[in-house]
């Protein structure tokens, strides 16, 4: 009877073990899976939109005296793009940030320093991007719903405090590397035509190499059926 009672509890343990098991994949598959689905879903490293259409994303940390050339040749070609702009550039530089508002360009979020986000605990993330935010909508009395992690870095604290704050991670699908010493406007007008596809976002610093690559880049693009256009307008 003593061994049958044992072998009675141990099937109990096993059964209970077993049934805490289930719940526990149920709970994963319900809440955990379901969420860095929807997280996925906030981050775009290209539209969604079937259409020739491609976006262009330029970040802005320094290079302020590139911007107003790049400026003139948006204007000229009838093009308005996203600047990515970091909380702290745009706090030294309020008068180009108007200006470059002016022209009607979308205003993304970079997060307040150009820091290393993916590196970063939730309430860091948080903070610098909502600082961020905070700086844009005082001077320009707007309010962003993208955020660029400075140089794609990112973790999940950064996408759970981008998702509080109600904002969409932006990546990129065609990255320039203009900022690097050896990028040539050659190198930065190839490494955009060759990759040129539907809905696709374009990567970019204002650069003396850039400012010389744009005007080929734009009127290649144009040839090509392509309308470029701001972040937003290839994202559903």
């Known amino acids: 009877m003593k061994i049958f009672y044992i072998k009675k509890q141990k099937l109990r343990l096993l059964i209970t073990i077993l049934v805490l098991a289930i719940f526990a994949i149920i709970f994963y598959n319900i809440y955990y899976k379901n969420s860095e689905e929807t997280f996925k879903e906030d981050i775009y490293y290209k539209g969604n939109i079937d259409e020739k259409v491609i976006a262009f994303a330029c970040n802005v940390d320094w290079g302020n005296e ?38 009607k360009h979308e205003i993304g979020n970079h997060g307040y320093a150009h820091a290393d986000y993916g590196k970063l605990n939730y309430d860091d993330n948080l903070r610098e991007i909502k600082k961020c935010h905070e700086v844009l909508n005082n001077i320009l009395n707007m309010e962003c719903k993208y955020f660029a992690p400075p140089a794609g870095s990112f973790n999940d604290n950064t996408i759970k405090a ?3 704050l109600n904002y969409d991670i932006i990546m990129w699908s065609i990255d320039t590397i203009d900022w ?3 990028s040539t406007q050659d190198k930065i007008i190839n490494r955009v035509l060759t ?17 010389k690559a744009l005007p080929v880049i734009i009127q290649t693009l144009k040839e090509e059926g392509y309308d470029i256009v701001k972040v937003g307008q290839v994202i559903k």
């Open 66 to 103: 590139y911007i107003p050339e790049m400026l003139s040749i948006f204007e000229k070609e009838d093009i308005k793009i996203t600047f990515f702009v970091t909380g702290k550039w745009a706090e030294k530089n309020e008068k180009l940030l108007k200006n470059i508002y002016s022209y």
């Open 162 to 164: 981008a998702e509080e």
């Open 180 to 182: 690097r010493e050896d």
């Open 195 to 211: 990759q040129a596809e539907n809905s696709a976002i374009v990567l970019m610093h204002p650069t003396k190499e850039t400012i």
